[in-house]
T-cell receptor, first 112, second 114 residues
């Protein structure tokens, strides 16, 4: 299976930029997903990376380096509503399954 | 993306009882998935439900404890049987959509077992 590692918690200031890292180990990498989950709500899809490089989507960007087993989610111009848990999920096709495994998530606290 | 609803949204149950959670999707999907998210933890896949076949359970989960039905392409149920306080969790259903096979989640069912 995959070993997915994310920081447990991060804090940042409104208006700032924050980078949430995710490292993973997998033998059959087949895609990496980022999800946002507000307290008491279901996860919502943010981004998908399968090739190396940066994917930009408004204030959110996601980066992938397959050789390093590394991804980050970059949040710009932070808003209070960005306070949430951010989940990194990795799909490993080596065992024949295409269902991603989720990391424990990073709880982001944005303060004024 | 598909619109997914779950019922009930939350429940408080007594030890030893069973609860059936319903998941409805607004479009036909081949596979539906059931996850558990315990307090402070990430999502753990319980099983994959395909219409017309037995559900496929992940390691640590068994059909007797978590029976699943998948009667058609838009609906599934998960039953949590003979509950104990350790079953207190959020239960989420999801579907795959798009070329990337992205998972989209229902709103979840928050279960508390006393």
């Amino acid at each position: 299976g995959q070993n997915i590692d994310q920081p447990t918690e991060m804090t940042a200031t409104e208006g700032a930029i924050v980078q949430i890292n995710c490292t993973y180990q997998t033998s059959g990498f087949n895609g990496l997903f980022w999800y946002q989950q507000h307290a008491g709500e279901a996860p919502t899809f943010l981004s998908y990376n399968v090739l190396d490089g940066l994917e930009e989507k408004g204030r959110f960007s996601s980066f992938l380096s397959r050789s390093k087993g590394y991804s980050y989610l970059l949040l710009k111009e932070l808003q209070m509503k960005d306070s949430a848990s951010y989940l990194c999920a990795v799909r490993d096709a080596s065992g024949g399954s295409y269902i991603p495994t989720f990391g424990r998530g990073t709880s982001l606290i944005v303060h004024p | 993306s598909a619109v997914i609803s779950q019922k009930p949204s939350r429940d408080i149950c007594q030890r030893g009882t069973s609860l059936t959670i319903q998941c409805q999707v607004d479009s036909q999907v081949t596979m539906m998935f059931w996850y558990r998210q315990q307090p402070g933890q990430s999502l753990t896949l319980i099983a994959t439900a395909n219409q017309g076949s037995e559900a496929t359970y992940e390691s640590g989960f068994v059909i007797d404890k978590f029976p699943i039905s998948r009667p058609n392409l838009t609906f599934s149920t998960l039953t949590v049987s003979n509950m104990s306080p350790e079953d207190s969790s959020i239960y989420l259903c999801s579907v795959e959509q798009g070329g990337a096979g992205t998972q989209y989640f229902g709103p979840g069912t928050r279960l508390t077992v006393l």
